[in-house]
């Protein structure tokens, strides 16, 4: 059967998918093009779909499977912690364990307190600063991404066109007072967040940032400009570290890059696969969780059916202690500097003007010959986008829509089939890239 053709189980699974499910999906994502797929599984860097196709995995779960799927030593760990009992709403062992794991790992964590997604965690983490900082605003970034609750929605994907630091709603649904509490800056651009934080620091409670945002890497300084302005105010400065802990280095992206937050939010590789997301920073700033240390008008209760369950954080813990293996994130990152330098280097000899934009490990590619350093300079051809994703697509590569997750079970084997499967999408790219014409600005 050719590549991408469905079967009439996965047809018909579609079907009743489309019946019983808003859009016929989970609402995560839309493979390129837009077709549907169902996974029947997954196997270290490959997955399968329902008609038997198979895929190198970019996605990995949208991050969480940096080991690769079906991992022999986290199943293990999940199947034991599983045999005892799926959850208990009381502490258990692994949780506490984890805890102490994620203290030893992450600069700013003193203290850890658990969530199950790391939409709740971002939740947490503005709610702690609110409470800390007696103040309501928040200042976040254009294009930022940091879950779905309505704070978060802000100018996720927002027109690119509104004026700093008004913000636009990106999802329907959120009460407009929220927008008086949510400030925009442009990623990247320390002067202009430095104006902003200046005019607006006595009613800021929180700035907050993913340290690689998607897949913009920050300019040398921005991370450390920020903690610069966010300390002399008295702000909190939150790191959303949903993707970039335990990715970028153990320690995450303020290891990585030496700048160190009070709060973080945590997820994906922290609980293995399974549903588990953390707020950790300051023992200072999570003291309200305590209602016994704070009074009841500093109390932030938050509890959560499955927060820190326990199949999950041996999940996580398992992963971990692989993540320590020496040499682990330095044949990651090798592995990822080898896959993005070749792409970049097939667009430059195709001549077409594309960015392959981020850091070694997450990148996505942009069709724009500028630099992309923020959201807007993301906006460009999404047409040739949508041609080069199918067609990697066709030759087994899938990814997210927004971004290649570099997983440590990409082998030599993969990176060779994935380079061929580039080659094949460039070529494809090409084909439809319609170069500017030389004379055109001259006789328009
Ligand atoms: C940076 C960032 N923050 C927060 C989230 C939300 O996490 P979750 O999907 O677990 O709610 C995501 C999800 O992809 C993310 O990428």
Request: proline share 6%; net charge negative; glycine share 10%.
């Amino acid at each position: 059967m050719a590549r991408l053709e469905r079967t009439d189980e996965e047809r018909d699974l579609l079907a009743r998918a489309a019946r019983v499910m808003p859009g016929g999906y989970l609402g995560n994502m839309r493979v390129a093009g837009g077709d549907p797929l169902i996974v029947r599984g997954g196997a270290g860097s490959r997955i399968w779909d329902l008609s038997g196709n198979e895929y190198i995995d970019y996605a990995l779960g949208s991050g969480p499977m940096i080991l690769g799927h079906a991992h022999p030593k986290v199943v293990a760990a999940a199947e034991e912690a599983l045999r005892k009992g799926s959850t208990f709403f009381v502490e258990n062992a692994y949780a506490v364990e984890l805890a102490e794991r994620i203290v030893e790992a992450v600069p700013c964590a003193e203290q850890v307190r658990f969530t199950t997604s790391g939409t709740d965690a971002t939740f947490q983490c503005l709610r702690l600063a609110r409470v800390f900082r007696r103040r309501e605003k928040i200042l976040k970034f254009e294009g930022g991404f940091h879950g779905t609750h309505d704070y978060a929605a802000m100018s996720t994907r927002p027109s690119g066109t509104t004026p700093f630091p008004a913000p636009e709603p990106s999802s329907a649904g959120i009460p407009a007072a929220v927008g008086d509490t949510v400030l925009i800056a442009p990623y990247n651009d320390i002067e202009t967040t430095a104006a902003i934080i200046e005019q607006h620091h006595d009613e800021l409670a929180a700035v907050i940032v993913e340290p690689v945002q998607r897949t913009i890497a920050p300019r040398d300084g921005f991370l450390a400009g920020l903690r610069d302005l966010t300390e002399r105010f008295g702000i909190p400065l939150i790191f959303d570290e949903v993707v970039t802990g335990f990715r970028l280095a153990y320690g995450g992206a303020q290891e990585a890059y030496g700048v160190t937050p009070d709060l973080a939010a945590i997820g994906k590789i922290v609980g293995g696969g399974f549903p588990l997301a953390a707020v950790v920073g300051r023992a200072e700033l999570l003291e309200p969780y305590d209602a016994e240390a704070v009074g009841p008008e500093r109390f932030v209760p938050q509890s959560g059916t499955l927060n820190g369950n326990p199949v999950a954080a041996a999940a996580g813990l398992a992963t971990l202690a692989e993540l320590r293996e020496p040499g682990a994130y330095a044949a990651l990152h090798a592995t990822g500097a080898h896959l993005r330098s070749t792409l970049q280097r097939l667009f430059d000899e195709a001549e077409v003007p594309a960015v392959v934009s981020g850091i070694d490990i997450i990148f996505d590619v942009y069709f724009t010959g500028r630099p992309v350093v923020d959201y807007r300079s993301t906006l460009g051809d999404r047409t040739l986008k949508g041609v080069f994703d199918r067609a990697l697509l066709e030759h087994g590569v899938l990814k997210t829509p927004e971004k290649f997750y570099v997983g440590m079970c990409h082998d030599e084997a993969d990176v060779e089939q994935t380079i061929a499967a580039f080659e094949a999408a460039v070529a494809a790219v090409r084909d439809g890239y319609v170069a500017p014409s030389k004379n055109s600005s001259s006789s328009a």
